[in-house]
T-cell receptor, first 117, second 114 residues
């Protein structure tokens, strides 16, 4: 079975502070993909990043950075110098492929991030 | 602009009534999905379709039905057999279902029971 745990249900920080959203995953597959999606108040989920299990390089995109550590089964997301527009629910997701055509995408329960002006 | 359109944004269902949620995409994607989102829970897969005239049950298909007569359309019917239909419903698509393709989502439909 596979599982994604986002232990932080809600986080509030003051604007310009840095904030890290945690994501811990479980899978027995050696090949898998990890994703982060953002759900703003408008409702639609927006893709942020995709990472495969063979690439542990950290990634930075502007104020966003991701730390993938297979040793701890974590894929944490950090926002630097947070802004009010970052307020949203963030979902971590795990996609595995135990066999062709049987891919499974599992979402975490999400972290609601509120940036206080 | 390409994207996914869901309608209506809000929908109310009476007891014993079937209701249909619309999902249209102009991204030319083969795969389409329906997810259910409940407060404090992750997204759960209801149905998915990899190609026209084909669809498969997801994790929570009971009480729901779908059709895929056209590539761009994947409507979801919430039947009277679904005893707890109040939720936020999200439609998504991807180029194809296999591999690591990212999902594109619509803006959702909030379904409530009267």
């Amino acid at each position: 079975a596979q599982k994604v745990t986002q232990a932080q249900t809600e986080i509030s920080v003051v604007e310009k502070e840095d904030v890290t959203l945690d994501c811990v995953y479980e899978t027995r597959d050696t090949t898998y993909y990890l994703f982060w999606y953002k759900q703003p108040p408008s409702g639609e989920l927006v893709f942020l990043i995709r990472r495969n299990s063979f690439d542990e390089q950290n990634e930075i995109s502007g104020r966003y950075s991701w730390n993938f550590q297979k040793s701890t089964s974590s894929f944490n997301f950090t926002i630097t110098a947070s802004q009010v527009v970052d307020s949203a629910v963030y979902f971590c997701a795990l996609r595995t492929s135990p066999n062709f055509g049987n891919e499974k995408l599992t979402f975490g329960t999400g972290t609601r991030l509120t940036i206080i002006p | 602009d390409g994207g996914i359109t869901q309608s209506p944004k809000y929908l109310f269902r009476k007891e014993g009534q079937n209701v249909t949620l619309s999902c249209e995409q102009n991204l030319n994607h083969d795969a389409m999905y329906w997810y259910r989102q409940d407060p404090g829970q992750g997204l759960r897969l209801i149905y998915y379709s990899q190609i026209v005239n084909d669809f498969q049950k997801g994790d929570i298909a009971e009480g729901y039905s779908v059709s895929r007569e056209k590539k761009e359309s994947f409507p979801l019917t919430v039947t009277s057999a679904q005893k707890n239909p109040t939720a936020f419903y999200l439609c998504a698509s991807s180029i194809r279902r296999t591999g690591n393709e990212k999902l594109f989502f619509g803006s959702g439909t909030q379904l409530s029971v009267l």
